[in-house]
């Protein structure tokens, strides 16, 4: 069973930009679809961004297009999310997930369909 960690959430200036990491361990990424989504406070968890088992499809949130970015680095087994041009609805708690399930070039932005998670990390953005 894969197990999450993510990692590099922190305090960053409307504007700036930081780079999420989701660290495998236990299984390789190559075999699971990932997910990145966020939860703010009061709010339900939502959907940020997807990548395929095969690495070469990905999906984001209309609310992040075009300025966050999911790779995948295979030899790392690490997942990641470059956040760029944050904005102060950006904070938030940031989890990635993981499923085996679904053909390679699978996508999907629905939580209950992602069986392992992370513990998350923070992302808080000042002015």
């Known amino acids: 069973q894969v197990r999450l960690v993510e990692s590099g959430g922190g305090l960053v200036q409307a504007g700036g930009s930081l780079r999420l990491s989701c660290a495998a361990s236990g299984s390789t990424v190559s075999g699971y679809r990932m997910g990145w989504f966020r939860q703010a406070p009061g709010k339900e968890r939502e959907f940020v961004a997807a990548?395929?088992?095969?690495?070469?499809?990905?999906y984001y949130a209309d609310s992040v297009k075009g300025r966050f970015t999911i790779t995948r680095d295979k030899a790392k087994n690490t997942v990641y999310l470059q956040v760029n041009s944050l904005k102060h609805e950006d904070k938030a708690v940031y989890y990635c997930?993981?499923?085996?399930?679904?053909?390679?070039?699978?996508?999907?932005?629905?939580?209950?369909?992602?069986?392992?998670w992370g513990q998350g990390t923070q992302v808080t953005v000042s002015s």
């Open positions: 990548i395929s088992r095969s690495g070469g499809n990905t």
């Open positions: 997930g993981a499923d085996e399930s679904g053909s390679r070039s699978y996508l999907c932005p629905r939580g209950y369909e992602y069986r392992h």
